[in-house]
T-cell receptor, first 111, second 114 residues
Framework: KAGVTQTPRYLIKTRGQQVTLSCSPI?????VSWYQQTPGQGLQFLFE???????NKGNFPGRFSGRQFSNSRSEMNVSTLELGDSALYLC??????????FGPGTRLTVT | GQQLNQSPQSMFIQEGEDVSMNCTSS?????WLWYKQEPGEGPVLLIA?????ELTSNGRLTAQFGITRKDSFLNISASIPSDVGIYFC??????????????FGGGTRVLVKP
């Protein structure tokens, strides 16, 4: 089976812009979770989608949003980008409430 | 913020050594996962633990789910240079409403002794 794929791998944006990141889970996996990784805060949970519904949300401002499509692919969107949003954004897929498999991440740099 | 205390934060290994790291929490977890992350990549799942007291191996890696459900450790035996990377523990709460929300430790950076 192919692993979790994320696009794009690298992105440079300017403050105030918005960005959309994409994640394709492992075939058959219906749960997709998003995490932000920064040197200062480590890995932090953003949100989880299961069968097109947001099942859980972390402590991030409303500028961070996501969605999931009927084929389980997911996107996350960050609006009005701030310098502090620079991070590695990781997507993880799971077939149930158990182990999660991560993609390679999207490295977002905000200037 | 993070709720898992992972130690040590970093360690140097010499080829052939056994090393270990652990995670502790004030909360009970239903599942413990151990990941390894290398530069520019996402975390790769090494071992998954589901039952208190469970001891599971994956090659030279061995991990245990603590009996209290509040801790876990990972051992690497006979370390080799490619063991270099950052190792993360992650816990999944017992509360079903938490879904798949993983809480991560701060990571243990494994480096090779010069």
């Amino acid at each position: 089976k192919a692993g979790v794929t994320q696009t794009p791998r690298y992105l440079i944006k300017t403050r105030g812009q918005q960005v959309t990141l994409s994640c394709s889970p492992i075939s058959g996996h219906r749960s997709v979770s998003w995490y932000q990784q920064t040197p200062g805060q480590g890995l932090q949970f953003l949100f989880e989608y299961f069968s097109e519904t947001q099942r859980n949300k972390g402590n991030f401002p409303g500028r961070f949003s996501g969605r999931q499509f009927s084929n389980s692919r997911s996107e996350m969107n960050v609006s009005t980008l701030e310098l502090g949003d620079s991070a590695l954004y990781l997507c993880a897929s799971s077939s149930g409430r158990m182990e999660q498999y991560f993609g390679p991440g999207t490295r977002l740099t905000v200037t | 913020g993070q709720q898992l205390n992972q130690s040590p934060q970093s360690m140097f290994i010499q080829e052939g050594e056994d090393v270990s790291m652990n995670c502790t929490s004030s909360s009970i977890f239903n599942t413990w996962l151990w990941y390894k992350q290398e530069p520019g990549e996402g975390p790769v799942l090494l071992i998954a633990l589901y039952k208190a007291g469970e001891l599971t191996s994956n090659g030279r890696l061995t991990a245990q789910f603590g009996i209290t459900r509040k801790d876990s450790f990972l051992n690497i035996s006979a370390s080799i240079p490619s063991d270099v990377g950052i190792y993360f523990c992650a816990g999944l709460p017992m509360i079903k409403a938490a879904g798949n929300k993983l809480t991560f430790g701060g990571g243990t950076r494994v480096l090779v002794k010069p």
